[in-house]
């Protein structure tokens, strides 16, 4: 039976958790350092789904497995270290479930040449009101690079509830999703409102400003997106359920540190790589950082 271990089991990695075992022939073990009790996954349809995973509480007592799912935030990844230690062994196969557009540079160093990483770009709108219990607001979707390793983790989640899209142009697809971040999370955590904040035109405009940057940063980084990608994306968070809002907002409201990093940050980075100037990024990557508890 194949194995498959959840490091990172929040509303994203606990969505992961009950789908995958939810196929019947899987052996799947969430990695948690407490106990986490039974899953409980509120779908958009009204239907409530309780799953029981079996749990490893310490990284000391993990073994290697064939598929590790990395659900952390991204400025998380660095602690999940002794867990990657002990699960990766010569031909495991790492799917990073994070934001931004670096899921190979952030994680391959932790992992040694044994194992490899497989990114991925997370469609799953979803929100953990407490610990265990996630709100699904869609159907989870996921994308990765159509290569022998997309192929396989596609066929490994069949049946499982979650789409998983290959794409020949990862780079577009990575991109395209943090011109989107770049707004939604920003702005939802700043705020600390849901979606109808883009309903403020101010607030738009500051969110069109926040995605052009992006893409023109994602242009210049090899991505194909459309000139008017800036209006598309407050469109679609127009358009949005009322309850709906960001991993970021969600964090905020909660205490937790922000992936802002991962997703401003990076395109700051990298548009100072290119020589294209990201005020309004750099702007609300210098807010978030001092919102963020931590600084992280």
């Known amino acids: 039976m194949t194995r498959v271990a959840l490091v990172g089991v929040g509303a994203v990695g606990g969505v992961m958790a009950a789908g995958l075992a939810s196929t019947g022939r899987l052996e799947v073990t969430a990695c948690v350092r407490s106990p986490l009790g039974e899953l409980r996954i509120d779908r958009p349809e009204g239907a409530v789904e309780k799953v029981s995973i079996p749990q490893v509480l310490d990284p000391a007592q993990?073994?290697?497995?064939?598929?590790?799912?990395?659900?952390?935030?991204?400025h998380q990844t660095a602690g999940a270290k002794p867990w990657l230690e002990r699960l990766c062994a010569?031909?495991?196969?790492?799917?990073?479930?994070?934001?931004g557009v670096e899921h190979r540079e952030r994680v391959a160093p932790l992992l040694g040449a044994a194992a490899r990483v497989l990114p991925a770009?997370?469609?799953?709108s979803a929100e953990s009101p407490q610990r265990g219990h996630i709100r699904l607001f869609n159907r989870p979707r996921i994308v990765v690079p159509e290569e022998d390793d997309?192929?396989?983790?596609?066929?490994?989640?069949q049946?499982?509830?979650?789409?998983?899209?290959?794409t020949d142009d990862f780079v577009t697809a990575t991109w395209e999703k943090l011109c989107l971040n770049a707004a939604n999370g920003a702005i939802t955590a700043?705020?600390?409102?849901?979606?109808?904040?883009?309903d403020n035109p101010r607030v738009a405009q500051l969110g069109r400003?926040?995605?052009?940057?992006?893409?023109?940063v994602a242009t210049a980084s090899g991505a194909n997106l459309p000139d008017d990608l800036a209006d598309q994306v407050i469109a679609r968070l127009r358009t949005m359920p009322a309850e709906s809002g960001s991993s970021m907002l969600w964090d905020r409201l909660a205490g937790r540190p922000l992936e802002y990093d991962a997703r401003?940050?990076?395109?700051?980075?990298a548009g100072a790589r290119l020589g294209i100037p990201t005020p309004y990024n750099d702007t609300v990557t210098a807010l978030l950082e001092a919102v963020s508890p931590s600084g992280a």
């Open 209 to 216: 400003a926040l995605v052009e940057e992006a893409r023109q």
């Open 264 to 269: 401003n940050g990076a395109v700051v980075r």
């Open 190 to 198: 700043l705020t600390t409102r849901r979606m109808p904040v883009f």
């Open 150 to 157: 997309g192929v396989e983790f596609a066929a490994l989640c």
């Open 90 to 99: 010569a031909g495991t196969r790492v799917v990073v479930l994070q934001n």
């Open 62 to 74: 993990a073994s290697a497995v064939d598929w590790v799912v990395l659900a952390t935030k991204a």
């Open 121 to 124: 770009v997370v469609e799953i």
């Open 159 to 166: 049946g499982s509830g979650i789409t998983v899209s290959l």
